[in-house]
């Protein structure tokens, strides 16, 4: 069955250096997600992408967040200075064109820690 | 209560029994999934129930859903040990974003 890729499965960076988090979506899948899911805590919806541009965002996108799609199979989250609360695990999701019929398949996750 | 909220928050049975656990939301929708994830791992997609429907199955899975009261069950038969996890439900209110509840968190207890 066709997976949603997550690299890298754990990431330690220090409080205000940038990181880019890592997805290679199903192939034939057209929208683009990210969550997070911060420790004992409901997943939270961040950013939908769709058409190579942003479809919809939380309150939780500010301006420290970017999504990129750069070459047509990767999907990037970038966090441009962490903060100690960015510190939760991120899941990047994909999904086909019917929304009343397609799930959202999930990757396993990137588990950021900020120090 | 929230969006895709379950109930009960956490639930602990003995293998073969049955474990029901429930997800309730406020606005309309286009389908209700439900989602597994064990401790500090990724979500596992188990099954989507559209609007119009009002069961489905999936091996010893059985979701219900019941758009007048706004309310969905899934229901494990005969559970395992393996089934230990947190079991979410997640709506779909007419826009892209998925809205999870808080989950349900299952032991299973061999």
């Known amino acids: 069955e066709p997976e949603v890729t997550q690299t890298p499965s754990h990431q330690v960076t220090q409080m205000g250096q940038e990181v880019i988090l890592r997805c290679v979506p199903i192939?034939?899948?057209?929208?683009f997600y990210w969550y997070r899911q911060i420790l004992g805590q409901k997943v939270e919806f961040l950013v939908s992408?769709?058409?190579?541009?942003?479809?919809?965002k939380s309150e939780i996108f500010d301006d420290q967040f970017s999504v990129e799609r750069p070459d047509g199979s990767n999907f990037t989250l970038k966090i441009r200075s962490t903060k100690l609360e960015d510190s939760a695990m991120y899941f990047c999701?994909?999904?086909?064109?019917?929304?009343?019929?397609?799930?959202?398949?999930f990757g396993s996750g990137t588990r950021l820690t900020v120090v | 209560s929230q969006q895709g909220e379950e109930d009960p928050q956490a639930l602990s049975i003995q293998e073969g029994e049955n474990a029901t656990m429930n997800c309730s939301y406020k606005?309309?929708?286009?389908?209700l999934q439900w989602y597994r994830q064990n401790s500090g791992r990724g979500l596992v997609h188990l099954i989507l129930i559209r609007s119009n429907e009002r069961e489905k199955h999936s091996g010893r899975l059985r979701v219900t859903l019941d758009t007048s009261k706004k309310s969905s069950s899934l229901l494990i038969t005969a559970s395992r040990a393996a089934d230990t996890a947190s079991y979410f439900c997640a709506t779909s209110p007419g826009s892209e974003k998925l809205v999870f509840g808080k989950g349900t968190k299952l032991t299973v207890n061999p």
């Open positions: 192939s034939n899948h057209l929208y």
């Open positions: 992408f769709y058409n190579n541009e942003i479809s919809e």
């Open positions: 606005t309309s929708i286009n389908n």
């Open positions: 999701a994909s999904r086909g064109e019917q929304r009343s019929t397609m799930r959202n398949t």
